[in-house]
């Protein structure tokens, strides 16, 4: 995996807990931005590893309790 590409996400991610502990996020982005952008790297990631894009019918909504 790229190494840029996980301090990326780990970036975003540390953003999104400095909202949570502030009450404000670090940049000017919403916080479902952010989670957006986490899920787009993720994408990149997996197509950059697999040389595949990500096939989205893979991805299954959880099942209800």
Do not use: F, R
């Amino acid at each position: 995996m790229n190494p840029n590409l996980i301090m990326q996400i780990l970036q975003l991610a540390l953003s999104l807990a400095q909202a949570q502990l502030t009450g404000k996020p670090a940049q000017e982005l919403s916080i479902d931005q952010v989670l957006l952008e986490i899920v787009q790297k993720g994408a990149q990631a997996y197509q950059l590893q697999t040389g595949q894009p990500l096939d989205v019918s893979l991805i299954k909504p959880e099942a209800e309790l």
